[in-house]
DNA sequence: GGGCCCTAAATTTTT
DNA sequence: TTTAGGGCCC
């Protein structure tokens, strides 16, 4: 120990070894960051603070795990596990279990996650204050309450509050403010929290609890932030109060990649951190160790068109590497394979693994194409984001079984399991508890249980089956507390009837929900064992397991078998993250940025920053593509490139042949609008078409050991070529080939199939 | 109450 | 293209 303190440069070392008062890092992109976090800890550790005593909060569950095993290796095991390291979601989340009676909450609240608070929220517009849901979307009532929330709004300061009560009248949607305050009733009577919740009753906790607050002042003794940028006011809160008495706070991130903007996140945070704690000491870490020049210098020429940041000089010292390469396809399909033929030939090439690779795509919807192509191509992949596996309905019908077990006020997971398996317990049943329950005050579960003593008007054969409902649910209730998680699922999963719903058909869908549950089951396992391992006996639960698995997303699932493979993901969930080479797709005008964000010139910005979050998690090469036409809702559509791709320095780009973007021919076609450009698509397909047929089928490779330089070859590709050079010799002998259509190339002979033309 | 068929909407990003 | 929800009939 104490050595790691070499490995660092001087402003890294500078910003580790600032201990007492406030401190703001601003890192830029590949600066060494996490590294700086990690040293941070355990030097903080050699300095005599405990693991208890350290506070340290990341972006993901994952980045945590990651840092944790980090820390561990230079400070031991032992130490590191006992860290307060998690997200600001898992960390308060513990905490308000343990506080949770102080704000009348249960220790067993359940959180939702956005598909129960939309249900909810939509349920509220329609059944209870008879409003339109197409008019009163869900999804937007939904995001303007979440940002109240993070904003820490409350229902009554958002009634109170004449410029957001103009903005919601002038928008024609007045009643926002009702359908917020019932949503938080009816979360509350549920024993229910949002994701926001978490943070929103933290706060809440701390301001009318000054004994519960000081108890974790004195507790947290040094407190971290990592991408401090994308923190909201909520969060910020928190940190403020935390460390209030002792100033001991450092604070980590980079402005020029905040992109949270939509989830209430504050650059703000970060700006006026310097203002709000007195005496902040400000490090630069400027030096970028992951990526090549060239393509540091593109992202901070790209960044260099944003207005209002903070003054910094991010620079490499690595090779000077080579530029970004732009290419244009006719389709989205063909971008697709395109970009699985490169990664194909990058890795015939050698020198890279399928790890080396990632595809980042501005929304998720955009994966398919990859997949595709990777598939047919047999390249091995991991997608990331999309619908996770906690998203899947079986799984969730099963964790809400879990759920109501746990806490039987959970009215959104008793709706959802009702009448799943078949129970004749149809809609208007459901709806008559319901009502019920929302007059009362009572849960819906006890409701079930007696509905005649309630006036809850259904006929005979429907109470009874409520009641047997409630009944069976009463036994999971008993038997949850004390049974390992792995044994109650199993006793779920028969007493409740899914498995004889799954065992009774074998189509393929039902196949695979029945390895959902078996994979479920697994998870379960693994967690009893993890438990067991770390000596937490009492913690083996289905209650113990619900805790965690809220707040998981599918990033954290990495297995960590899925090794050597593609990643593919949003530019949004590659933050903080690096590969050696990267594909940025879908670079069209309307997509990246997005279609929403031309309005507003904040958002424009903050789609560019994201853009410069895409490109700095190249290390060696980067690749740009955009399409000509796009499927998209089953038709296909014609797309313009993005306008970002003009806002990198033309000096650091390179567009292969003679289609460069930026030729007066592109410009001109670019503005000739859409119709023209559809005849032309059409025409241009059929040339495509020809193209890649042009090789005849009876190509035949020539003997690789006899390729010389200086000699005519075809490819299977490429097309014509000169041998340039030769190198090595057998397995890695390589040529350096000048081919016509595509420009200069490096192939590994033992691969490239070449036949000598002359 | 349950099953079938039709229509409309969805794709911004996530703890 | 896929999926959720509403209407209709048994």
Redesign the pocket.
């Given at each position: 120990m104490g050595s790691y303190l070499e490995q660092l440069n001087p402003s890294q070392r500078a910003a580790v070894e600032h201990v007492e008062g406030p401190s703001l890092v601003i890192a830029g992109a590949g600066s060494g960051k996490t590294r700086v976090l990690t040293y941070k800890v355990a030097y903080l550790m050699e300095q005599g603070f405990s693991p208890y005593s350290i506070l340290a909060l990341t972006?993901?569950?994952k980045a945590a795990k990651e840092m944790k095993e980090r820390i561990g290796r230079v400070t031991g095991e032992h130490a590191s596990r006992h860290l307060w390291m998690g997200?600001?979601?898992?960390i308060f989340s513990r905490i308000l279990r343990a506080e949770a009676a102080a704000i009348g909450f249960p220790s067993t609240f359940t959180i939702y996650?956005?598909a129960d608070s939309k249900?909810l929220i939509?349920n509220i517009i329609?059944n209870e204050l008879n409003l339109d849901?197409?008019h009163y979307?869900p999804?937007s009532v939904q995001?303007r309450i979440?940002l109240a929330k993070n904003s820490l709004v409350t229902p009554s300061a958002y009634a109170q509050d004449e410029k957001i009560l103009m903005r919601d009248k002038s928008q024609r949607l007045p009643h926002i403010k009702e359908i917020y305050s019932i949503y938080v009733k009816r979360c509350k009577a549920a024993g229910a929290m949002d994701?926001?919740d978490l943070l929103l009753y933290t706060n809440i906790l701390f301001r009318d609890h000054p004994e519960i607050l000081q108890k974790y002042q004195d507790m947290f003794r040094f407190i971290l932030v990592d991408e401090y940028q994308d923190t909201n006011y909520a969060q910020f809160l928190i940190v403020r109060q935390l460390a209030k008495a002792h100033g001991r706070v450092a604070v980590v991130g980079d402005d020029a990649q905040s992109?949270?903007s939509?989830?209430g996140a504050r650059l703000d945070n970060m700006l006026q951190f310097p203002k709000i704690f007195e005496n902040t000491k400000i490090y630069k870490l400027e030096q970028n160790y992951r990526s090549t020049q060239n393509i540091v210098k593109a992202a901070n020429s790209l960044i260099a068109k944003n207005k209002g940041q903070f003054e910094k000089n991010t620079f490499s010292e690595n090779a000077p590497g080579d530029p970004i390469i732009i290419s244009n396809y006719y389709s989205d399909q063909e971008e697709g394979y395109s970009v699985a033929r490169s990664i194909s030939d990058l890795i015939m090439r050698g020198g890279n693994d399928y790890s080396d690779f990632a595809i980042l795509y501005?929304?998720?919807?955009q994966s398919r194409n990859f997949e595709e192509a990777l598939r047919k191509l047999n390249i091995p992949y991991k997608i990331?984001?999309g619908l996770s596996f906690y998203q899947r309905?079986e799984i969730k019908d099963l964790l809400a079984y879990f759920r109501i077990s746990s806490n039987s006020r959970d009215n959104e997971a008793l709706k959802r399991i009702i009448?799943f398996p078949?129970?004749?317990?149809?809609?208007?049943?459901v709806s008559k508890v319901e009502t019920v329950s929302n007059l009362s005050g009572e849960a819906m579960l006890d409701i079930c249980r007696k509905p005649l003593e309630f006036n809850c008007e259904v006929n005979a054969g429907?109470a009874k089956k409520l009641s047997t409902f409630a009944e069976l649910i009463d036994k999971f209730q008993e038997e949850i507390n004390t049974k390992p998680a792995h044994e109650m699922a199993e006793i779920i999963l028969k007493e409740s009837g899914i498995l004889k719903e799954f065992s009774d058909q074998n189509d393929i869908e039902n196949i695979s929900r029945k390895d959902n549950i078996q994979e479920m089951l697994n998870a379960l396992s693994i967690f009893e064992e993890g438990r067991k391992k770390e000596n937490d006996l009492d913690t083996v639960t289905l209650l113990h397991f619900l805790e965690e698995v809220s707040?998981l997303?599918d990033?954290d699932q990495d297995n960590g078998e899925d090794t050597n493979k593609v990643t593919l993901?949003?530019v949004?969930?590659s933050k903080g993250l690096e590969f050696k080479n990267v594909f940025i797709v879908g670079m069209e005008k309307e997509l990246f940025p997005?279609?929403?964000?031309v309005e507003s010139p904040s958002?424009y910005e903050e789609?560019r920053r994201?853009f410069y979050v895409a490109i700095t998690r190249a290390e060696e090469k980067c690749f740009l593509s955009y399409a000509k036409s796009r499927?998209?809702?089953?038709k296909a559509n014609i797309c313009a490139p993005s306008p970002f791709l003009r806002d990198i320095d033309n000096q650091y780009v390179r567009a292969p042949g003679d289609v460069s973007f930026r030729t007066k021919k592109t410009i001109q076609r670019e503005q000739n609008g859409p119709g023209n450009d559809a005849q032309k698509l059409a025409a241009l397909r059929t040339q495509q078409a020809r193209r890649q047929n042009s090789v005849s089928p009876d190509f035949k490779p020539s003997d690789p050991n006899s390729i010389t330089a200086g000699m005519q070859v075809e490819h299977a590709r490429f097309g014509m070529g000169k041998v340039l050079s030769m190198e090595g010799s057998g397995e890695s002998a390589k040529a350096v080939i000048f081919f016509q259509k595509e420009g200069q190339k490096n192939l590994l002979l033992k691969f490239a199939k070449l036949r000598i033309v002359q």
């Open positions: 972006f993901t569950n997200t600001f979601h898992s996650d956005s249900s939509n329609k849901n197409k979307k999804r995001a979440s994701f926001d992109i949270y939509f989830r501005r929304t998720n919807s990331y984001g309905k009448n078949k129970r004749g317990l149809g809609q208007s049943s429907t707040l997303t990033q993901m949003t949004h969930a997005s279609s929403q964000s958002q789609e994201l499927y998209q809702w089953g």
